[in-house]
């Protein structure tokens, strides 16, 4: 059965992202992707490339990536890395994403670290705005 690899109090998945919409972390930051509210999200502050990594205490076999942007400020491309036990980050997969305020979902493998890069925004700025980022699998 397939869990949640990162709980919403984020102590047991350690999560760093590029930045946050002007340093607020209180009501930009990256704790709100997982806190499974419809009114907060994670919202970047302008630049080329944003991205995401989770750290899991231990390797985990990743099933489902579920992802929801705000229209108008999504990634046209999502690059998957991901690293098993202290080797270098590498690409697992290429994501293309609707601009849509949907849940999208993909899928991922065998890992102790992810990093998703947000490249190309949707935005003129750069910026990315994530309401939900889930990331269902098993731990091994």
Not at 84 to 95: P, T, Y
Not at 123 to 128: C, E, H, K, Q, V
Request: hydrophobic share 35%; with cysteine.
């Amino acid at each position: 059965m397939l869990s949640p690899l990162c709980p919403r109090d984020g102590g047991a998945c350690p999560r760093r992202v590029s930045s946050v919409l002007n340093r607020d972390v209180k009501q930009f930051g990256k704790k709100h992707m997982f806190d499974t509210s419809e009114e907060t999200c994670w919202n970047s502050d302008q630049g080329t490339c944003q991205w995401v990594t989770l750290d899991f205490p231990r390797t985990v076999k990743v099933s489902q990536l579920h992802i929801q942007f705000q229209g108008g400020f999504s990634s046209r491309l999502c690059t998957l890395e991901g690293e098993e036990a202290g080797e270098e980050l590498v690409k697992i997969s290429a994501l293309y994403p609707e601009d849509i305020n949907a849940m999208q979902i993909s899928f991922a493998t065998e890992l102790d670290k992810l990093k998703i890069t947000f490249e190309n925004s949707t935005d003129f700025f750069g910026r990315i705005v994530v309401y939900h980022l889930g990331v269902l699998g098993e731990r091994l």
